[in-house]
């Protein structure tokens, strides 16, 4: 007897299965005739949730402090208006604040989805593969060893960065195409000389500014000021548009360099780009906050999590990336208030966790 003859009286053949629409038909970001970007409806949002999160926490986070301020008497001060003390407080400390928590935690959140995408390993962070000591070494070497001002730490961090990812690279592709394990167990052996370099910088300085040395290492955000922030805005304006421009050439490496090469990719040259715009994210936030560790590690994996996406999305990774540096800074200004903690020592806690626990997941799948 057939299966169909069992079927009670009026029930309907079963349905064919569901097709893929077209790609044509699949919803796009159009940016005129020749360039769009295909829109993963989950991932847009998810993007947009933690958007509105962080919205709330940074609105929350700037009513906090010795000072309490209202709601509606911080929405009048974001603006200028009401007493000029508060007003003061808010646009000159409280906001910047908050805006480079964002701006700076985007960054490393895409830096990072850079690098995981490049090396196709969760492991593939900037703070594990050595660049953001890179920028750290290049910044101590301008300030201690140089005394240039502000604009030369940001250049030095940035320096230091290229350099630090052109020893990976170099090493890490000797004797072959570039690996994404060998480009972390390379990174790492790296960090560590370039964190030896970093303390005998800071142990050859005086002392009062070896303390203030190593307590930026931490990450520190109590005296930000808009002059630092400048970089990192500077930084996204700068690089998110050349890192759209080979958003699907990431994609593309992801599949592997033979099958990105079938598809008519320059895979070496892309990658080379693409590590560049990278450290530049990675050298921004560090020249101006210190070198920030884990969020670029923890950041896309959670963000790739919640979207259920194949590949790491760079745009929810920036958003996760804001959201948690905003979360951390908060946590490091009320765990211990009125005393503040540096924000890398939340977000080393955090990562340092999160890294157990990563590294007990992928010894289980092993």
């Excluded at 604009?151 to 890490?172: D, E, N, P, Q, R």
């Excluded at 690089?239 to 050439?249: D, H, N, Q, T």
């Excluded at 005393?339 to 799948?365: D, E, F």
Aim: charged residues 10%; contains cysteine.
């Amino acid at each position: 007897m057939s299966a169909d003859l069992v079927k009670s009286p009026g029930t309907s053949p079963d349905p064919a299965p569901a097709e893929a629409p077209p790609r044509s038909l699949r919803p796009a970001l159009r940016l005129g005739p020749e360039i769009s970007f295909p829109v993963h409806v989950r991932s847009l949002v998810v993007f947009l949730a933690l958007l509105v999160i962080t919205v709330v926490v940074a609105g929350w986070a700037m009513t906090l402090g010795t000072i309490d301020v209202p709601v509606g008497t911080l929405i009048q001060a974001v603006f200028g208006s009401g007493e000029d003390g508060i007003v003061r407080l808010i646009q000159n400390w409280r906001l910047p604040r908050v805006v480079i928590a964002i701006v700076g935690g985007a960054s490393l959140g895409i830096a990072g989805a850079i690098f995981q995408s490049l090396t196709r390993n969760p492991l593939g962070s900037p703070d594990i593969i050595g660049f953001n000591n890179g920028a750290y070494s290049g910044a101590l070497i301008a300030i201690l060893v140089l005394n240039t001002g502000r604009t030369g730490s940001t250049i030095g961090a940035l320096i230091g960065g290229i350099v630090a990812a052109a020893i990976v690279v170099g090493l890490a592709t000797r004797g072959g195409g570039l690996q994404g394990m060998r480009l972390i167990v390379v990174g790492i052996a790296i960090s560590a000389v370039l964190a030896s370099l970093n303390v005998y910088l800071i142990l050859r300085a005086d002392l009062e500014t070896a303390m203030a040395a190593a307590a930026w290492g931490m990450g520190i955000f109590d005296t930000i000021t808009w002059s630092q922030v400048l970089p990192i805005v500077i930084a996204l304006v700068v690089l998110v548009p050349v890192l759209c421009g080979f958003a699907r050439s990431l994609r593309l490496l992801e599949l592997g360099d033979d099958s990105a090469a079938g598809l008519g990719l320059n895979a070496n040259r892309t990658r080379l780009i693409l590590i560049v715009v990278g450290v530049g994210f990675t050298a921004a936030v560090t020249a101006a906050a210190g070198p920030i560790l884990f969020v670029a590690l923890a950041a896309p994996q959670l963000a790739r999590r919640l979207t259920g996406s194949a590949g790491i999305p760079l745009a929810a990774s920036a958003a996760m990336g804001a959201l948690l540096l905003l979360v951390s800074d908060v946590a490091a200004q009320q765990l211990l208030a009125p005393k503040q903690l540096p924000v890398g020592v939340i977000t080393l806690t955090l990562g340092g966790a999160y890294l157990i626990g990563l590294l007990i997941a992928q010894s289980r799948k092993a």
